[in-house]
């Protein structure tokens, strides 16, 4: 029987998460602070700037399951994890500089050209990061320190990018070109040294299976992985659920609470809960199973946004409670289901012969992107409709009420559905690590279709013994 393979060390950990750090950094100005520049610093049209971001946003959702497939089958000597996150990373941290930081008179034709590539590099970057992550244990429990360190410099680096606007003023730097110039040096510099240390630092994953399918036949066996599909389900469900209060929590503070100055501090109450929340998280995990404990934190999510519909107008303090909660809940969801998807991975494995972890994260990273269009094109068209739009000067009661609805109610009937699918999930500890040790023992086959019942050895399609 073969020797269960080392777990990496806390260095080892801390070297292979640093990209996360200013990855999460880079997400905040992109996706808030550039279409305000874009329209009030450079004076171009608000529907021009949409436009342009529309189309870099539909080549980013394109270019996912294409980077996924060749970040798995394009193998060099020196390895492919650390080529494609070498490679990418320099191109990210350009391609954002020169977003950030556009020369005087530039058009929506700098935005689209700069703003693609940064598209394509970026998920280059997160899929080979995210599947070296996916492979560096292949334990259960390992799996989930891998993703807690991660995910714990992601949140982080969310934590940076808020405070970052708040802080330069205070160096007299107010301006939105001063915000966007700190980013630009921060991920410039920050995401190519980061990922140079993952480089030197952390091994290449050895892989188990190199067997090659076709395309459509490789899709095909992605979406018969049973487990796979419930827990991108679940995962794209509770991603939607987080995501309509994430787009609407300026305007239930600002708004429905009538309290815009706590807009930012409450912001940050969120983030410092979910860090904290992580190593709890993970003790839990490890004491019950990660399924289990991932549903427990959607449940305590619920709990708390069930009291947000009926605040009203100076109701702070009972709502940073909520947001203590609901922040504490998240750390849950940024390291939970991560680590799950890589014991989904081995099912795949198992079956298909092949080792493809970036075309599994390429759907992971287009759940998130789908999730969180999808909370501001449920949101905003349904506000409008019911009598909330601030920018024209229109807030009615009714349109408070439907606000309070999108950010606390219809979030919580779509955890609910999330932990229905999670509760039960069919890999626990003892299938997923039987299943990894089955991998490891089977010598490795050639060909491009191995015998799904030689390759699967455990059942995986229903519930195990977790309790």
């Given amino acids: 029987m073969s020797r269960p393979a080392a777990e990496p060390s806390t260095g080892t950990l801390l070297a292979y ?15 808030v602070l550039v279409p305000a520049f874009y329209s009030e610093g450079l004076g171009l049209p608000l529907a021009a700037v949409g436009q342009t971001l529309l189309l870099v946003r539909i080549l980013d959702a394109a270019s996912d399951p294409v980077t996924g497939i060749l970040a798995d089958r394009f193998r060099p000597g020196f390895g492919r994890r650390r080529l494609w996150l070498l490679l990418s990373a ?3 941290a350009a391609a954002a500089f020169m977003v950030f930081r556009p020369p005087e008179g530039a058009t929506t034709m700098h935005l689209l050209l700069w703003g693609g ?37 992601t949140v982080a680096g969310t934590f940076i990018a808020l405070a970052t606007p708040a802080l330069l003023p205070q160096f007299g730097l107010p301006g939105q070109r001063d915000v966007l110039n700190a980013f630009a040096v921060t991920v410039g510099i920050g995401l190519p040294l980061a990922a140079l240390i993952t480089v030197l630092a952390v091994p290449e994953p050895v892989e188990r299976r190199r067997a090659r399918k076709p395309f459509m036949e490789g899709l095909r066996e992605v979406f018969a992985n049973a487990p796979f599909r419930r827990l991108l ?12 209060p994430g787009a609407l929590f300026v305007f239930f503070v600002s ?27 993970l003790k839990l995990a490890a004491r019950t199973s990660k399924h ?14 069930v009291f947000a519909p009926f605040l009203g107008p100076g109701d702070v303090a009972v709502f940073a409670v909520i947001t203590a909660v609901t922040g504490f809940a998240l750390g849950a969801d940024v390291v939970l289901p991560a680590s799950i998807q890589a014991d989904v991975i081995d099912v795949d494995t198992a079956r298909s012969g092949e080792e ?14 789908l999730a969180l269009a999808g909370g501001v094109g449920i949101a905003f068209p349904l506000l409008a409709a019911s009598g909330f739009d601030p920018a024209q000067g229109i807030v009615t009661e009714r349109g408070l009420t439907v606000l309070a609805f999108l950010y606390a109610g219809l979030p919580s009937l779509l955890k609910i559905a999330a932990v229905a699918l999670v509760f039960r999930f069919p890999l ?6 039987a299943l990894a040790r089955a991998l490891a023992d089977q010598p490795e086959r050639g060909g491009s279709d191995p015998d799904p019942a030689e390759a699967s050895p455990a059942p995986v399609d229903r519930p195990t013994s977790a309790r």
């Fill in 233 to 244: 389900g679940a995962f794209f469900i509770n991603g939607l659920a987080n995501g309509l």
């Fill in 255 to 281: 708004r429905r609470l009538e309290a815009p100055d706590a807009v930012g501090p409450l912001l940050v109450l969120y983030f410092a809960c979910a860090v904290l929340g992580v190593p709890i998280w």
């Fill in 117 to 153: 590539l940064l598209s394509i590099a970026w998920t280059a970057t997160q899929i080979a990061h995210g599947a070296w992550g996916a492979e560096l244990s292949r334990s259960y429990a390992g799996r989930t320190r891998v993703a807690a360190y991660r995910e714990g410099l």
């Fill in 17 to 31: 998460a640093l990209p996360a750090l200013p990855l999460a950094v880079l997400a905040l100005p992109f996706y």
């Fill in 428 to 433: 626990d500890r003892a299938a997923a690590d």
């Fill in 356 to 369: 493809r972890a970036g075309f599994y994260i390429s759907f992971w990273t287009l759940a998130t992107k």
């Fill in 292 to 305: 289990r404990a991932w549903a427990l934190g959607m449940g305590l999510a619920i709990a708390a946004f």
């Fill in 90 to 92: 320099p191109m990210t």
